[in-house]
T-cell receptor, first 111, second 112 residues
């Protein structure tokens, strides 16, 4: 058990560019979550997968955001046409029960 | 709509003190409540999970209590140490148990 891995740790991009983040959950965990956190705030829910099925999406997840979890293993979160307001820490978590295990996050800065 | 509030936003104490962090939630119909720790620039680490049927949970120097009827939870840290310095967040799941609603956290500093 190596924990939840996220890549990259930091991403700096220019406004209008597309970015993609990757999350590798703990191997036996069938549940996977994406959250977004801005400075001084708690994480905000974005989306949830059970195995490969995306079962829930927050209204925060505009049509510029898309998430996938092919084969129920790793997950990717893509943001198209990034905006400065997308600057945040993007956190991935996985679970088998109610206890969540978080990765270290990807810090996105949109210039 | 479930809202989670944590007071105080920041707390600074000398090493060795016992301290209490507070968490309140507006909708008492919760399945459970979790306390997390977050170090600067890092992800969250789950500390304690209290089921709705439980009143408290303990892990080492940490004790978390839950009072659903009043919409409150407290995290008690005994004999605080500089290594306890971090942000502590509480979270409750919404009705579907997939969307966790977090408080903004209490930033704790323990001075040697």
């Amino acid at each position: 058990d190596t924990g939840v891995s996220q890549d990259p740790r930091h991403k700096i991009t220019k406004r209008g560019q597309n970015v993609t983040f990757r999350c590798d959950p703990i191997s036996e965990h069938n549940r996977l979550y994406w959250y977004r956190q801005t400075l001084g705030q708690g994480p905000e829910f974005l989306t949830y997968f059970q195995n490969e099925a995306q079962l829930e999406k927050s209204r925060l997840l505009s049509d510029r955001f898309s998430a996938e979890r092919p084969k129920g293993s790793f997950s990717t979160l893509e943001i198209q046409r990034t905006e400065q307001g997308d600057s945040a820490m993007y956190l991935c978590a996985s679970s088998l029960t109610e206890k969540l295990f978080f990765g270290s996050g990807t810090q996105l800065s949109v210039l | 709509k479930q809202e989670v509030t944590q007071i105080p936003a920041a707390l600074s104490v000398p090493e060795g003190e016992n301290l209490v962090l507070n968490c309140s939630f507006t909708d008492s119909a919760i399945y459970n409540l979790q306390w997390f720790r977050q170090d600067p620039g890092k992800g969250l680490t789950s500390l304690l999970l209290i089921q709705s049927s439980q009143r408290e949970q303990t892990s080492g120097r940490l004790n978390a209590s839950l009072d659903k009827s009043s919409g409150r939870s407290t995290l008690y840290i005994a004999a605080s140490q500089p290594g306890d310095s971090a942000t502590y967040l509480c979270a409750v799941p919404l009705y579907n148990n997939n969307d966790m609603r977090f408080g903004a956290g209490t930033r704790l500093t323990v001075k040697p």
